[in-house]
């Protein structure tokens, strides 16, 4: 029933490691973005795929890869994670219009 | 460079009272307005939105008003409940080009309503 699911919910790693977020929607909407919120609680967009196509890139570290391998998922895989990665990251969706359904939230520790 | 901003980190009130919560921007190209609500270790749900075409809209016990002279828009709520207790969080988007899709989010005001 969940709209937008993220997985998992927490992730807890050392520095250097690579992990994956993934996120999967069931509304059947063409854009999917990733939202990152720091510690000062700023929502800022980092990637939006539109039928698997790239969209929005915004200037973040070519560590950050977000995959899409159809228009219902779009993951997001770190390399050699830092101490300021640390952060919680929703996955969003939208079909059209401005407004963007959210999911949960992965809250990221990097130790 | 924060082109929306919610200058007010906090704001509590009691029941029954009405709540009103406010937000800046600055970029005059933006004509779609947002209201998000977000509970803790949850994600944000849409609350209500507005056009730019538009000044004010309602949607039950929530209204927003949109000031464009000002850049300036503000969400009701009345009357206030307990479970409104949460993040508010206010959303500016531009329709087309490269910023497609692309929401511009305040840092959030943190709504508490006491009984």
């Known amino acids: 029933d969940t709209a937008v699911s993220q997985t998992p919910k927490y992730l807890v790693t050392q520095m250097g490691n690579d992990k994956s977020i993934k996120c999967e929607q069931n509304?059947?909407?063409?854009?999917m973005y990733w939202y990152k919120q720091d510690s000062k609680k700023f929502l800022k967009i980092m990637f939006s795929y539109n039928n698997k196509e790239l969209i929005i890139n915004e200037t973040v570290p070519n560590r950050f890869s977000p995959k899409s391998p159809d228009k219902a998922h779009l993951n997001l895989h770190i390399n050699s994670l830092e101490l300021g990665d640390s952060a919680v990251y929703f996955c969003?969706?939208?079909?059209?219009?401005?407004?963007?359904?959210f999911g949960p939230g992965t809250r990221l520790t990097v130790l | 460079d924060q082109q929306v901003k919610q200058n007010s980190p906090s704001l509590s009130v009691q029941e029954g009272r009405i709540s009103i919560l406010n937000c800046d921007y600055t970029?005059?190209?933006?004509?779609?307005f947002l209201w998000y609500k977000k509970y803790p270790a949850e994600g944000p749900t849409f609350l209500i939105s507005?056009?730019?075409?538009?000044d004010k809209n309602e949607d039950g016990r929530f209204t927003v008003f949109l000031n464009k002279s000002a850049k300036h828009l503000s969400l009701h709520i009345v009357p206030s409940q307990p479970g409104d207790s949460a993040v508010y969080f206010c959303?500016?988007?531009?329709?087309?080009?490269?910023?497609?899709?692309?929401?511009?989010f305040g840092r959030g005001t943190q709504l508490t309503v006491w009984p």
């Open positions: 970029n005059s190209m933006f004509d779609y």
């Open positions: 507005i056009s730019s075409i538009k």
């Open positions: 969003a969706s939208s079909q059209g219009l401005p407004k963007q359904f």
């Open positions: 509304l059947g909407h063409d854009t």
């Open positions: 959303a500016a988007s531009i329709k087309g080009g490269s910023t497609l899709g692309r929401l511009y």
